[in-house]
């Protein structure tokens, strides 16, 4: 199998993601292409991702983008040894032209097809970066859609969920608050950006879930979304300005203050000695540094792949592809659903 070549569709959400990969002969697996085409802009006006825009431009990039993966990668149709595709969860509409799309590429080029977990492959992501998994690994994944804290015993396994957050994702609750301070969407790197002039201790917002009682490993975002908006009500009301900066930054401390707090727990608990942080909000500047002592502090192996592969890209997809190839994991049936609740 060694220099068997992968390719990836990822459409969950808003961004349609070709990725083309190569395996190779010491088991690691190279990045050859990763091309993406983003319908957010689409979406800005609205304030969120609107399905039907998704699906629809989804429609519009995916033969396109699967062109220029393929010529960025120098890879012909006859190249292919298999196709991998996110087949959940997601939005139906979404998921659903990807998964047409590569049941139609697999079938035409006479290889095996895939359908993967998009949450594993925002895990499998990072042995692009930083080589295989040495060992069983958490996964915090933390983005508009997912806000999961994962146990990965082997990329080709089931992966275990510790947690998940009850209400809004981590990414969610950056991008409402962003909208309540008059920062544009998507707001996590607005946020990101604003709160390194303010001070993260100026004000005390809830850490959610954290009492001694609570679900150890489970994250709750809504109630700190809603701190928010009161204090801002509250400030405004008074005819006081809002320091925005100081507002982001505090903000942004409380969910990553709880965010490595409870994963770092959760590694300790677990006996793991490896973390990864996947999802768009791994690109935050505080959560990196946080993590990075923490980690340090507890002995644990921090590996954070770069912004690009952090955010849903069709890269990660087939690099789970590949290691699912090479494990000599038998292909999907052909007709694998497009399933939004995909479990675990
Ligand atoms: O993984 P992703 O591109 O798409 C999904 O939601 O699946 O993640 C996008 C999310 C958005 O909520 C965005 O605001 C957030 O990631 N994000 C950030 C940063 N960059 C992106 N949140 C906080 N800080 C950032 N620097
Ligand atoms: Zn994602």
Redesign the pocket.
């Known amino acids: 199998l060694a220099g068997a070549v992968v390719l990836g569709i990822e459409t969950s ?1 808003d ?1 349609t993601g070709v990725g083309v990969v190569r395996l190779r002969a010491d088991g690691h697996v190279e990045l050859l292409a990763d091309e993406v085409a983003s319908s957010v802009d689409e979406h800005a006006r609205f304030g969120g991702v609107v399905p039907e825009v998704a699906s629809r431009a989804h429609l519009e990039a995916m033969v396109p983008t699967v062109r220029r993966a393929m010529e960025v990668a120098g890879v012909r149709p006859s190249d292919v040894d298999a196709v991998a595709v996110t087949a959940g969860p997601g939005l139906a509409g979404a998921l659903l032209v990807g998964v047409a799309a590569a049941k139609a590429y697999a079938t035409a080029w006479g290889v095996p097809l895939y359908g993967v977990n998009h949450l594993s492959a925002h895990v499998a992501v990072d042995t692009l970066e930083h080589g295989p998994l040495p060992g069983p690994a958490l996964a915090l994944l933390v ?4 806000s999961s804290l994962l146990e990965v015993a082997d990329l080709a396994g089931p992966v275990n969920q510790l947690g998940a957050t009850i209400d809004d994702a981590a ?2 609750a ?2 409402k608050v962003a909208r309540l301070l008059g920062l544009p969407f ?4 607005h ?2 950006r604003v709160a390194r002039e303010g001070d993260p201790d100026a004000i005390a917002f809830p850490r959610g879930l954290t009492g001694p009682h609570d679900p150890a490993y489970d994250f709750s975002f809504s109630g700190l979304k809603t701190a928010v908006a009161r204090w801002v009500e509250a400030a405004e009301r008074a005819g006081r300005s809002v320091p925005v900066a100081d507002v982001a930054a505090s903000f942004q401390e409380a969910v990553v203050d709880v965010l490595t707090a409870k994963t770092v727990r959760a590694a300790r608990e677990r006996g793991v000695d490896h973390l990864i942080i996947g ?3 791994a ?3 505080r959560l990196r540094w946080m993590a990075e002592q923490r980690c340090a502090d507890a002995g644990i192996t921090l590996r954070v792949p770069r912004p690009k592969l ?3 890209n069709g890269a990660m997809v087939a690099a789970l592809g590949a290691h699912l190839l090479a494990a000599g994991v038998e292909q999907s049936s052909w007709d694998i659903p497009a399933d939004p609740g995909l479990h675990v």
């Open positions: 959400c961004e983005s508009g859609g997912h990414g969610e950056f991008d998507p707001g996590g790197p946020i990101d999802g768009g909000v690109a935050n500047s952090c955010t849903d």
